[in-house]
């Protein structure tokens, strides 16, 4: 009551205090594929999916065999992933593209778009050059998620896993002459597993090997480890947070790899953002890295990426209230003040380096962030910096022989 007429005591309730930013979630998996019952209609809108029951309900009610998409959903939900959304692209025999908008209509990745929850995009077995650049620009594009690339089944020559680089256009080839003088065509481009490089996606080696139930016998399967590697993420961020790097990490449900990757093949393709799934007597198969498909040092590993993409995310949402308040120095104020406690509760968890809050990050919002040109222009600067952790990716011993016999004798007095 802001003018009361009557004589009284009023109560106005006032909003004081911190507005607390909450994280964003990261494990909410979007999946994009053929759907193995074909007379399945194709998708109008992303299908949320909470368990592989009700995504066999949805997309394979004739009990047809599966496909790659059906065994992703499987493997991440078998490895810890919670919900997931779940596009069909049609018939698979068909082989329509990821993507093909046209006329105001969204099909494909583009109904990715309209769920923000979304934060691990993957198209399980499509692996084009077409395919994988359409979700590599999704990713880009939004910003809010990384794709997880799977290579080509049966790849031989890991060399095509390290090149990266568009093969020149036929124009710039030149023709090869023959021995009686003919030109003929020029020698094909090297094969290439991966379209380009790109700190928003992640790319796994090689393909996984699964019971295939519903064959009766339970015979292996190749499978692309996109869809249970989408779950291994997810456990991990449940567990420990977005912040630990999904590596080191037991894959469920796996029986064997269709390729043994050994040290001096890992050497390679962990230097250009490959990341390898190994096996190893004691432990079993395990994911050995946790690397973007980046090579900047900046955005190298897979954990940094995704943390910056959910403190991104999380300070964006939380400070919405922002958006037309009065741009002063209380306002500045108020929102140093959340992100920082924001921030703080990061740092506790331990997903920020330093031994205190202020070696952990720093955010400035002040006269010197918000001059009177940027306030004229209707603008709110706030400049935030933050130490991420990175993962102990190489643990070095140095270890040496010494002389037992002299480090006992010190320089100590000896008595007779």
């Not at 109560?11 to 399945?40: H, K, L, M, W």
């Not at 395919?131 to 080509?152: F, N, T, Y």
């Not at 995704?306 to 999380?314: T, V």
């Amino acid at each position: 009551m802001n003018d009361p007429k009557t004589p009284g005591v009023y109560i106005n309730e006032v909003e004081s205090g911190p507005r607390p930013i909450q994280a964003v979630g990261t494990s909410t998996a979007g999946f994009v594929g053929y759907a193995p019952d074909p007379d399945v209609p194709v998708s109008t809108q992303a299908q949320q999916i909470l368990n592989p029951t009700q995504f066999q309900l949805r997309f394979n009610p004739g009990g047809k065999p599966e496909t790659n998409l059906s065994r992703a959903v499987n493997g991440f939900f078998q490895n810890g992933g919670r919900l997931c959304y779940v596009v069909n692209l049609g018939k698979e025999a068909d082989r329509p593209p990821i993507t093909s908008g046209g006329a105001g209509r969204r099909v494909g990745l583009d109904l990715l778009e309209e769920v923000d929850q979304i934060a691990i995009v993957a198209a399980p077995g499509l692996t084009d050059q077409a395919q994988q650049e359409a979700l590599l620009s999704h990713c880009e594009k939004l910003g809010d998620r990384v794709g997880i690339l799977d290579p080509p089944d049966g790849i031989s020559d890991l060399e095509s896993l390290t090149r990266f680089d568009a093969p020149p256009p036929p124009s710039s080839r030149r023709a090869v002459s023959s021995g009686d003088g003919t030109p003929s065509a020029p020698p094909p481009p090297p094969a290439r597993a991966f379209v380009r490089k790109s700190n928003f996606a992640a790319a796994y080696f090689p393909w996984l090997k699964v019971p295939d139930w519903s064959a009766g016998g339970g015979a292996l399967v190749s499978v692309p480890p996109s869809g249970h590697m989408a779950g291994v993420w997810a456990r991990t961020d449940a567990t420990r947070g977005v912040h630990k790097a999904p590596a080191n990490e037991p894959i469920r449900g796996v029986v064997d790899l269709s390729y043994r990757v050994v040290d001096a093949e890992q050497d390679l393709l962990n230097d250009i953002g490959v990341n390898c799934i190994r096996t190893f007597s004691m432990e079993g198969i395990r994911v050995w890295g946790s690397r973007t498909l980046f090579s900047d040092q900046e955005w190298r590993y897979l954990n940094v990426r995704r943390l910056f993409i959910m403190i991104e995310e999380s300070i964006m949402i939380g400070t919405r209230w922002v958006v037309f308040e009065p741009n002063d120095r209380t306002l500045w104020k108020s929102i140093s003040r959340d992100v920082s406690a924001f921030l703080t509760n990061l740092w506790r968890g331990g997903a920020l380096m330093g031994r205190t809050p202020a070696e952990a990050f720093f955010v400035k919002c002040d006269e010197e962030t918000n001059p009177p040109e940027s306030i004229a222009a209707g603008k709110v600067v706030i400049t935030v910096g933050i130490a991420p952790v990175m993962p102990a990716e190489f643990v070095i011993f140095n270890i040496s022989q010494t002389d037992s016999t002299a480090r006992s004798s010190g320089g100590g007095a000896t008595s007779v």
